[in-house]
């Protein structure tokens, strides 16, 4: 039992946020799952512990980041978000604050989630902020860092966009165009994505890693 880890999710009640919380609390690695919610999640178990959290006022809730594992699932849109500002809070200024704290406390694994042609030079403000923050937390130095970059993100939403709407619908047929070079451009469902989180989680080696959509993929297939 000594060997077993502690996790923190950032994001649980997102697309990917909602499977990776199933598998961790399924899976025997964890001895206890803390998840930072905006709101009480309907759901309990005996390894989670729910905190009530103002994002704004991270350093407020330090005390919960003694953590192995940190898994930040935070993102948005600007649509959503209703701002560019307001976006980047977001899906920047709030994963960079975890991480600083999270390592300040001891966390020796960071796992975040960004997007495929995340690049801080790009010439689109939703690469380019994405990009950011895998630069961001590479500086910050975690032992072991991991970056996933999903392709069109496949699942339930709770929100309606209906750009993914459509690419969903064309899913089929873009998964038998898309071989070779074009296979890291497939759709890729969202437990998926937790899936290669969590068999990450239990690789031995340190260092930064960045996993393009394909390599996700081929992780989820583990057993």
């Known amino acids: 039992m000594t060997n077993l880890k502690s996790a923190l999710i950032v994001g649980a009640t997102g697309l990917v946020g909602t499977e990776l919380l199933k598998i961790l609390l399924t899976e ?16 309990t178990n005996a390894k989670l512990e729910q905190i009530i959290t103002d994002f704004d006022q991270l350093y407020q809730y330090q005390q919960h980041f003694q953590v192995d594992d ?15 500002q307001a976006f980047k809070k977001v899906d920047f200024a709030y994963p960079l604050e975890l991480a600083k704290l999270t390592k ?10 960004t997007a495929m042609g995340a690049d801080r030079n790009s010439k689109f403000f939703y ?24 392709s069109l993100l496949l699942g339930e939403r709770k929100e309606f966009r209906l750009g993914e709407k459509i690419g969903v619908f064309l899913s089929p047929v873009l998964a038998l165009l898309m071989i070779g070079p074009l296979r890291k451009y497939k759709p890729i ?5 937790a899936m290669a989180m969590y068999q990450t989680s239990k690789m031995s080696e340190s260092g930064c890693f960045t996993h393009e959509s394909n390599e996700i993929q081929s992780f989820s297939n583990i057993v």
């Open 28 to 43: 025997s690695k964890y001895a206890s799952v803390k998840v930072l919610t905006r709101r009480k999640l309907p759901m």
């Open 70 to 84: 940190v898994y930040c699932c935070l993102g948005t849109t600007i649509k959503t978000a209703g701002s560019q």
């Open 104 to 113: 300040a406390s001891g966390a020796q694994k960071f796992f975040i989630i």
């Open 127 to 150: 690469n380019r902020v994405k990009g950011e923050i895998e630069e961001e937390l590479k500086n910050i130095e975690f032992p072991t860092l991991h970056i996933f970059r999903p």
């Open 189 to 193: 469902h969202a437990r998926d994505v």
